[in-house]
C-alpha cells in the first residue's frame, strides 16, 4: 500500500474519530478492519460496539476506568493505559495509540505484537517496546515463545523474559517510508497519552500535508484494482431419455407394465 493512499485513508479515519471525540466519546477498537471505504471515495468509521461515553449524569469526564469485554484479538491494538486497569484510568488519547497501531498495520500488513504471546505482549506495551513497532520480523523464530517458569507456571515474568527483550532481538530492517510517517506513529504510540496529539490535532501533521501534495488525481485512484471473481460454472443437467407413454415400450424395445 502506498504511503500516499495510507495518508487518505488515515485522514478521513482521524477526522471521523475527531468529531466522535468533540462529541464525547471513546471508540475504543479502532483498526484497519473497522476503516470503511465507499464507492464515492468517503472514509468512514465502523466497529461502535466498545464505544464508550465520556458524559455521565450530565457532567463530562476527564478520565473513564470501565474495561470491556474485548475479545482477546483486538488486544494489541489497545493502549498501554488501557490495558493497565489502574487508578488513572484513560480518555481519548487511547484512540490515537490505536491510530498508530493501526497505522503500522496499514503499512506493513501485519499487526505489531499480534505474534506474541498475551503476557508478553501485554509487559511490552506497559515497559514500551524496544523496538520500531513497524518491523514486521521483530523477534527471531524459537524466541518469541515464553518459557515455563521454574515453578511450572507459564506466568511470563522471570528468565525467559531477560533474554528475548534485550540482546537476542533481530535488527529493525530499513525504513521504506518518510520520516514524516514515521514522526506520525512515534507521536501516537508514545507511552505517556498526554505526549500524544489529539485527533484534532493530529490532523495538521506534516505528514498529511506531504500526502495532500503528493495526491494528484482522485483518491480513489490510488486504490488498488478490485479482484475480479469469475462467474460460478454450472454445468448443464444432462437431459432424460426420451419414453413412450406408459405401458409402452422403453427406448430398448423392452415393454414394461404399470403395477398399482
Known sequence: MSEALIGNILFGAISGLSYMHQQGYIHRSIKASHILISGDGLVSLSGFNHL????SHGRRLKDVYDFPQFSTSILPWLS????????HGYNVK?????????????????????????????????????????ATNTFPLGESRIKNSRSG????????????MTSERLQTPPKTF??????LIELCLHQDP??????????????????????????LSLLPPPIQHPP???????????????????????ETYWEF
Open 94 to 134: 487511547s484512540d490515537i495509540y490505536s491510530v498508530g497501531i493501526t497505522a503500522c498495520e496499514l503499512a506493513n500488513g501485519h499487526v505489531p505484537f499480534q505474534d506474541m504471546p498475551r503476557t508478553q505482549m501485554l509487559l511490552q506495551k506497559l515497559k514500551g517496546p524496544s523496538y520500531c513497532p513497524w
Open 153 to 164: 507456571i507459564d506466568s511470563g515474568i522471570g528468565e525467559s523474559m531477560t533474554r528475548t
Open 194 to 219: 498526554e505526549k500524544r496529539p489529539s485527533a484534532r490535532g493530529l490532523l495538521s501533521h506534516a505528514f498529511f500535508k506531504q500526502v495532500k501534495e503528493q495526491t494528484k488525481g482522485p483518491f
Open 52 to 55: 464508550c461515553s465520556l458524559v
Open 232 to 254: 460460478p460454472h454450472t454445468a448443464a443437467a444432462p437431459s432424460p431419455e426420451p419414453r413412450s407413454k406408459p405401458g409402452g415400450p422403453w427406448p430398448n424395445g423392452r
Open 178 to 183: 518518510s520520516p514524516a510517517f514515521h514522526n
Open 80 to 87: 498501554p493505559e488501557l490495558l493497565r486497569q489502574d487508578l
